[in-house]
Structure formats: structure tokens, C-alpha cells
């Protein structure tokens, strides 16, 4: 329950500021539509070809920028941290009984 | 192209697995390393093979033994193959299985791996 809450509570902070400039989240959705609409139709031809998965280019290329989105979009939220980091925020940190669990599931949930 | 509502479900909740995964990895790094230019570098580096050899762009199919048994050796490979299995529909599949075990048990060992960083830098 307390990590339940504490999650909430970063995540709630975190989305506030997300909110507040979602160009970021434009931008981030930016590389795998570039891939989706400028290296999809590539695929077409290839998909005769003896050892390409069955399903059609489109149904077998979508779900592998889907992955890229999850892998592209939360693997540099690091620097996030940092700027926190050098900011004093993990310092203030100390002194609360925040569940340190909760620091990464609150962070990463507005990733979504 | 035909886009299964259910499985559809499933890979958004195989990517917030996978998100929780990466996340946490990232957010490990950054507390070893504190610094963006070493960040950003050892992240470019380990992220670019990663990608590559996930099957993302080209299926693992297509490429030559070494690169396949190399694909077989990255957790975002098995990802990939369950999001590409659920993306018809095909739900009841064992890539599906195997990409959500392996998911799930490295988003576990990265989450306890950062609180543990966590604990460390807050102590």
C-alpha cells in the first residue's frame, strides 16, 4: 500500500510536468514514425523473399517499431535523472521516507 | 493488414514490461556514471547493437547463422518475436510466453538492481 502511494505520488509530479510541455513526447513519438512511414513501404519487395516471416510487410514491420517506441522512448529518461541529480532533488530525497522502489515506477510510468 | 484488439492489449502490456525493464536500466547507468557525456555515450553504444540484432528492422530470418545465433542471444529479440506473434492475434503462441517470462524476469532484476542503486545514493 505505502509503495502503492508513493508510486502515485512521483508519478502524479512527474506527469504534471509532462503535461505541462508535451512537445517532448512529439518528439519522442517522431523516430519511429519516421521508420513506420519511410522504412515500411522498403519492406514490401522483401516480403517474397523465402525467409521473410509470414504475415505481409506492414503486420510484420508495426510491431517491431512498436517495440522501438518502448526501447527508444524510455531508455534516455536517464537524463532526466540526472538533471534532478544535479538539481538537489535525490538530496531532499534522503530525509523522506519515500519507498525507493516506488522512485523508478513513479518515473517511468509517464513514459506511457 | 488485420490488427487484433486483444493482442494489441498484450503488447502494450509487453512494452510497459519492457519499459520498466530499460528504465530502470537507464536510470542505473545514470546513477554510476552521473555525468551526460559518459551517458549519452555509453548509451548510444549499448543501445545501437541491441537494436540491431532485435529483428526490428529486418526479420532475424533474413540474416546469416552468426547474426541469428547472436539475435538469439538478446532479450529484444524475444520481445520483438511476442509482439510479432500477438500483433495478428496469435496469443496463445510459445514466442509469447518466452518474450513475456524473459521480459518480466529482466524488468524484476533491473528494478531491484536501480532501488538498490537507489538505496545507495540516498543513504
Known sequence: MKLLRDTWLLFSWSINR?????????????????????????????????GFPPGGAAT??????MVMMGVFGTVFSGFGLLTELRSGFIERLRITPLSRLALPLGRTSPCY | MHVDLPGL?????????????LSSCGYGLALALKDENALSS???TLTLPVFLLSGITLPL??????????GNLNPLAYAVN???E???????????VEGFLLTGMLALLALLWVTRAFQKATA
Open chain 2, 82 to 84: 511476442a509482439a510479432r
Open chain 2, 86 to 96: 500477438l500483433f495478428p492475434g496469435h496469443i496463445a503462441s510459445p514466442a509469447v
Open chain 1, 18 to 50: 509532462t503535461l505541462r510541455s508535451p512537445v517532448w513526447a512529439i518528439i519522442g513519438l517522431f523516430q519511429p514514425l519516421c521508420y513506420l512511414f519511410l522504412f515500411g513501404p522498403l519492406l514490401q519487395p522483401l516480403s517474397r523473399v523465402p
Open chain 1, 60 to 65: 510484420v514491420f508495426t510491431p517491431g517499431v
Open chain 2, 9 to 21: 492489449a498484450l503488447v502494450l502490456g509487453l512494452l510497459i514490461l519492457l519499459g520498466l525493464c
Open chain 2, 61 to 70: 530470418s533474413l540474416a546469416p547463422p552468426i547474426l541469428r545465433t547472436l
Open chain 2, 42 to 44: 555509453m548509451l548510444n
